[in-house]
């Protein structure tokens, strides 16, 4: 465990934004946020920019993410490049080094991820956790690196993530709930916070007036061409038809889970409140939305609140 220092990477996370915020009202300078994820970091920020253009926040979002990639994958990817910057291997995004990505300008905010099947296996984040971190830090000094917490899979999914002891989590709370203590486990090793969307998710899922269910009328077995169960409220993708086929996705975001994805790093990343906010995606229904802003921001204030990095 490193020492705190009086730099501003190690402020304490309320601290640490007012001066980013005020720097960039001072300067009329965007707030820079760059993401080293995958699909799921793809998901969560989807509707952000909307969101804070309406919010009156000027915004520049990087990329460094590549579907279903691990720490692990992550990091290899950049070692290939400092030993060899020729190498294809270390340049995987669209032609380009993670190390090019983040010399193009100064990042405020950069976020690390772990790929959402492995994410319940404390066991896959180290060392590669601590690896990109001080790489990242070694090359953007200034800014703040934080975790992106994911979200458990739909509660009707047919897998819920490796153990770290073998086998797979049970169901979406116990999936939730070994990806987050790994999360936070990680983070509190390299003094780092963490944007809390998975805990978000889990908070709508535990609703009782919220949450998703299993239509329980459905012929699953024997769909009907073209019909769809009810998926009410429901936070990932779920069922949707390809032609002929019936296909099952009960690990990305749909529409609204993006956008409950996007008021959480909304309310993180700028310490406001997303409830005054009238942007909502298509086919999110007024009075869900209302209910997903909500939810951020009661879960993003409890995790400011408890956060000492």
Known sequence: MQKRSIRTRHLPITLFFL?????????????????????FSQN?????????????HELIIGRAELGGCSLQRHWEHAAAAEANP??????????????????EGTWDVITLQQYSKISTDLSTYEPYATKLFEYVRKLQPNARIVFHQTWAYRSDSNDFG???EGGEAKNEQEMWGKLRAAYRATAASLQAAVIPTGDAFWQMSTSRKWAYHRDKNFDFKNPAMSKLPDQT?????GYAWNKEKLNF??????PAGCYL??????GYLFQESPMKLTFVPENVPANFAKQLRKTAWKTVKKELKASVY
């Open 162 to 164: 490796q153990l770290t």
């Open 261 to 266: 994805g996007a008021l959480v790093w909304y």
């Open 44 to 56: 969560a920020t989807q509707f952000l920019p909307e969101l804070s253009k309406e919010g009156g």
């Open 249 to 254: 996705d009960s690990h990305h975001a749909s």
């Open 19 to 39: 001066f980013i915020l005020q720097c960039a009202s001072a300067q009329k300078q965007p707030l820079r946020l760059f993401l080293i994820g995958n699909s």
């Open 233 to 237: 409220n429901s936070l990932h993708v």
């Open 86 to 103: 020729n190498d294809e291997k270390g340049k995987p995004y669209k032609g380009k080094s993670l190390k090019m990505l983040l010399s």
